[in-house]
């Protein structure tokens, strides 16, 4: 795996609904003018910036627009094309966890002071590989019952070896509940990551599962005469 070193700033995009994870892809559309500004200048330099998770769970500070949660991550550009309009559509993989410390400033676009994050594996191997596969066996059941994955992604999964990785890639690719991605994110002990992810997956299956039994014979688009 390829070493990036992380500048002490990095331009950030605040977003609602999207968590941002290492090592996965994340694909975007610059159209702001405050973002083509930023992509301009990443491109020029070292093509780093990161993504935060837009915080309305707490009051902002004075003067702070768009608050950021303090957990994000950043991404380096893999590839990017600008249309004739001067918009762009471009894919960024995450780099690493990092604290944000401080917003350096706000013009021409948002500039933040962060600190890199390192994860701890929670486990040894063994207990690390039990807990894979039971958020494999969990994710392969929830298919079964119906809840779509992107193609190929269980496919992928099963190819990752390093744990950590795994469970970012896992979690950010197949985890709808934006509030726990968000404290999955946070969370830096790999394993306590992959059984929180486990708890929720178990969950969604009880509700599949029960929406099926309510269901009866109807077809999705006759639930609601039940």
Same mark, same amino acid.
């Given at each position: *795996?390829? /070493?990036?070193?992380?500048?002490?700033?990095v331009?950030?995009?605040t977003?609602?609904? +999207? =968590? &941002?994870f290492?090592?996965?892809?994340?694909?975007?559309?610059?159209f702001?003018?405050?973002?083509?500004? *930023?992509?301009?200048?990443?491109?020029?330099?070292?093509?780093? &910036?990161? !993504?935060?998770?837009? #915080? +309305? /769970?707490?009051?902002?500070?004075?003067?702070?627009?768009?608050?950021?949660?303090?957990?994000?991550? =950043?991404? =380096?550009?893999?590839?990017?094309?600008?249309?004739?309009?001067? /918009?762009?559509?471009?894919?960024?993989?995450?780099?690493?966890?990092?604290?944000?410390?401080?917003?350096?400033r706000?013009?021409?676009?948002?500039?933040?002071?962060?600190?890199p994050?390192?994860t701890?594996?929670?486990?040894?191997? +063994?207990?690390?590989?039990? *807990?894979?596969? $039971?958020?494999?066996?969990? !994710?392969?059941?929830?298919?079964?019952?119906?809840t779509?994955?992107?193609?190929? *992604? /269980?496919? &992928?999964? %099963? +190819?990752i $070896?390093?744990?950590?990785? &795994?469970? #970012?890639v896992?979690?950010?690719?197949?985890? #709808?509940? !934006?509030?726990?991605?968000?404290?999955?994110? %946070? %969370?830096?002990?790999?394993?306590?990551?992959?059984?929180?992810?486990?708890?929720?997956l178990?969950?969604?299956i %009880?509700?599949?599962?029960?929406?099926?039994?309510?269901?009866? $014979?109807?077809s999705? #688009?006759?639930?609601?005469?039940?």
């Amino acid at each position: *795996m390829e /070493t990036i070193e992380l500048p002490p700033t990095v331009p950030v995009m605040t977003l609602p609904n +999207t =968590v &941002f994870f290492p090592q996965s892809l994340l694909p975007l559309h610059i159209f702001e003018p405050r973002y083509r500004a *930023m992509l301009r200048d990443v491109l020029a330099t070292n093509r780093l &910036f990161a !993504v935060a998770h837009l #915080d +309305t /769970t707490h009051p902002s500070e004075p003067g702070v627009i768009e608050p950021p949660h303090r957990i994000a991550s =950043v991404g =380096v550009v893999r590839a990017c094309q600008e249309a004739a309009d001067g /918009t762009s559509n471009l894919l960024l993989q995450g780099v690493c966890r990092v604290e944000i410390s401080a917003i350096v400033r706000e013009q021409p676009y948002r500039l933040i002071a962060v600190r890199p994050l390192t994860t701890v594996s929670g486990g040894n191997h +063994t207990q690390l590989e039990i *807990m894979r596969l $039971e958020v494999l066996r969990l !994710v392969q059941l929830r298919r079964r019952l119906g809840t779509p994955a992107p193609k190929g *992604m /269980t496919q &992928f999964l %099963e +190819t990752i $070896e390093d744990f950590d990785t &795994f469970a #970012d890639v896992a979690v950010f690719n197949l985890c #709808d509940n !934006v509030a726990l991605k968000q404290r999955l994110l %946070e %969370e830096l002990d790999t394993r306590q990551r992959l059984k929180l992810f486990a708890a929720q997956l178990k969950l969604d299956i %009880e509700d599949q599962r029960l929406r099926k039994k309510l269901q009866g $014979e109807l077809s999705d #688009d006759g639930i609601a005469n039940n």
